[in-house]
């Protein structure tokens, strides 16, 4: 059995008593990204750093339990001195001077950062098939995809090759392909985790989280990287706090709400059934269970179309050939410099996207639809607000379908926000959202249950999705 | 509800978005634009909502820092990131050219 695949406690307790050291799970992580390397899950490696620093940590004191972990970092996510592309050709040859808040509480936790995964294209697309480096593949099955925009965080985790993964999650993008891989994802309340070093797609939806094998990983992962960030504006300023300190607690008694629209026709028979089936868990260990109704649910694909693509037409406004990134040669004026080097670097989603959003954002459009859009966000959230008043907990599947094949059409624009219709609306309202794996379908895929949380709730959301863990007994990845 | 955008629409979204498109392409985004504006048609027929809007999901910590001197990226760093420069500069096209400086 490899070092990696004992408990977390297990692992610390061999660094603290001397008996392995962090290069022998740095050694066994490239082991496996190498045998691996066919899942396409990284686009840059940082091998020599990783043992570099694997070396240096044998000399410090085993201070925290994710001492000397490998972890992979979603390349949308700065680091100093190490390639950060955001999967695009515009910064395929893009090396940080700084490193993004996140990174910086990884390393002074001590942990070795192994890579930079792949995903989606800035982000944009739920099937990470929008990269310019070729999409990363499903552990699970081969021909699938890993799901998006994390696919490539997901790929790595799931496989086994690292414990800890960091995503980020505009409209679905952790939670998506946790489902798909079957790991557990949080994305935690907006303003928990610092966005500063993040290339922003969505400003006002972003938030970075951690993806794992299991539910108390995931919770010390955000221990790590949670807190307060004077360079991020929108952080929240909350208290730090312990987030596994309800994991194992009595969970009798709660109260969940499940949509109606959640459990409608729009999700496959056999997901609707295995979150059927996961209900009855928990009403048998006296968890009140409600079906309700809930206003918008149908509409926040569209409105997350109207937000995220107009914050994105603004933020990417940024790669303009100039201070950083690819750039074409001889461009006669500022204005060809601009439209030539976006033309050829930005691919098809992303370019659709800006369009869009420009539009969308220009003149009397910005009334028309942007403000429009962010009012019924409003009330899209103070329809949770109704239901958290009432419950603990909002359930239902994290998606609609299990993963598909890597080889479906790409022809149509609607289908990547369509794959994320469940779990766009907890972005709209910036609630935390977190994948649970709940059992396997026909042909053996994960299926994904997804808890909602009410603002800050995290620790309660770990309890309930550790009990489900511990109750179900999910085959880990392959 | 209309199945493409006129050449023209394409052409401005497309100048908005500061992205040059080819032929081929302005004849692409006349259907995907189209069918993504379409989409997003639908918020109209949405009823019932209030006036309050959200523009982003927080509402407990906009205040900024102190405005006190803090530790800078390093120009030289920074500019070696531009994909050119001269010295301290980041190098860049024409801005004004000789017509417009006439016309101004």
């Known amino acids: ?226 807190g307060h960030d004077s360079k991020d504006l929108t952080s929240s300023k909350k208290e730090k706090e312990d987030y596994t300190r309800l994991i194992g607690k009595d969970i009798s008694g709660m109260k969940v709400a499940v949509p109606n629209y959640f459990m409608s026709d729009i999700v496959s028979k056999e997901v609707k059934e295995k979150i059927e089936e996961t209900l009855e868990i928990l009403k048998k260990n006296k968890v009140q269970v409600d079906y309700v109704d809930m206003k918008y649910l149908d509409n926040a694909v569209n409105l997350y179309q109207i937000i995220a693509m107009g914050e994105a037409s603004s933020n990417l406004a940024r790669f303009d050939g100039i201070r950083y990134g690819s750039s074409i040669e001889d461009a006669s004026s500022i204005y060809e410099m601009y439209t030539k080097t976006r033309a050829k670097y930005f691919g098809e989603e992303v370019k659709r996207r800006i369009m869009v959003g420009s539009y969308l954002l220009s003149g009397e459009n910005a009334k028309i639809y942007y403000n429009k859009a962010l009012s019924i966000r409003d009330d899209i959230k103070k329809e949770f607000d109704r239901l958290f008043s009432d419950y603990d907990f909002v359930i239902g599947p994290t998606t609609v379908t299990t993963a598909y094949n890597l080889d479906d059409p790409m022809d149509d624009p609607s289908k990547s926000f369509m794959d994320d219709v469940l779990v766009i609306p907890v972005n709209m309202a910036g609630l935390p959202g977190l994948n649970i794996p709940v059992g396997l379908s026909k042909e053996k895929m994960p299926i994904g249950m997804h808890i909602i949380g009410n603002r800050f709730e995290e620790a309660k959301m770990y309890q309930l999705a550790a009990f489900l863990e511990k109750e179900i007994n999910f085959e880990g990845g392959k | 509800m209309k199945e493409k955008l006129t050449r023209e629409e394409v052409l401005h979204v497309a100048d908005l978005a500061r992205i040059d498109v080819t032929e081929e392409e302005i004849e692409k985004y006349q259907v995907e634009l189209k069918q993504l504006l379409n989409d997003i048609e639908k918020v109209n027929d949405v009823e019932g909502y209030d006036d309050d809007m959200m523009v982003a999901p927080w509402d407990d910590n906009t205040t900024l820092r102190e405005d006190v001197p803090g530790e800078m990226l390093d120009p030289k760093k920074v500019v070696e990131n531009a994909p050119k420069h001269t010295g301290n500069y980041i190098a860049v096209p024409v801005v004004i050219t000789e017509n417009e400086s006439e016309g101004a």
């Not at chain 1, 406690?9 to 082991?31: G, Q, R, S, T």
């Not at chain 1, 070795?112 to 499903?138: H, L, Q």
């Not at chain 1, 099955?141 to 490539?152: A, F, T």
């Open chain 1, 1 to 226: 059995m490899r070092y990696l695949d004992k408990s977390i406690e297990e692992i610390n307790k061999l660094l603290k008593d001397k008996k392995i050291k962090p290069i022998d799970l740095v050694n066994e992580a490239f082991d496996s990204i190498e045998k691996n390397s066919d899942l396409n899950a990284y686009i840059t490696l940082n091998k020599e750093e990783a043992i570099k620093r694997a070396k240096e940590l044998e000399d410090k004191e085993v201070d925290n339990l994710l001492f000397g972990l490998p972890i992979a970092v979603k390349d949308n996510m700065v680091t100093e001195g190490l390639r950060t592309t955001a999967a695009s050709a515009i910064l395929k040859d893009f090396v940080p001077i700084y490193d993004a808040t996140v990174v910086e509480k990884i390393k002074e936790a001590n942990m070795i950062i192994v890579g930079k995964t792949n995903m989606d294209e800035f982000a944009m697309g739920s099937s990470s098939r929008t990269s310019y480096f070729g999409a990363p593949k499903n552990p699970w099955n081969n021909e699938k995809i890993s799901g998006g925009s994390s696919g490539g965080s997901a790929t790595t985790v799931a496989s086994g090759d690292v414990p800890f993964a960091l995503g980020s999650d505009t409209g679905g993008s952790i939670r998506q392909p946790s489902s798909y891989c079957g790991l557990v994802g949080m994305k935690p309340t907006y303003g928990t985790v610092s966005r500063w070093g993040l290339i922003a797609f969505a400003s006002s939806l972003d938030q970075i989280g951690p993806m794992t094998k299991n539910v108390l990983n995931n919770a010390l992962l955000l221990n790590v990287i949670s």
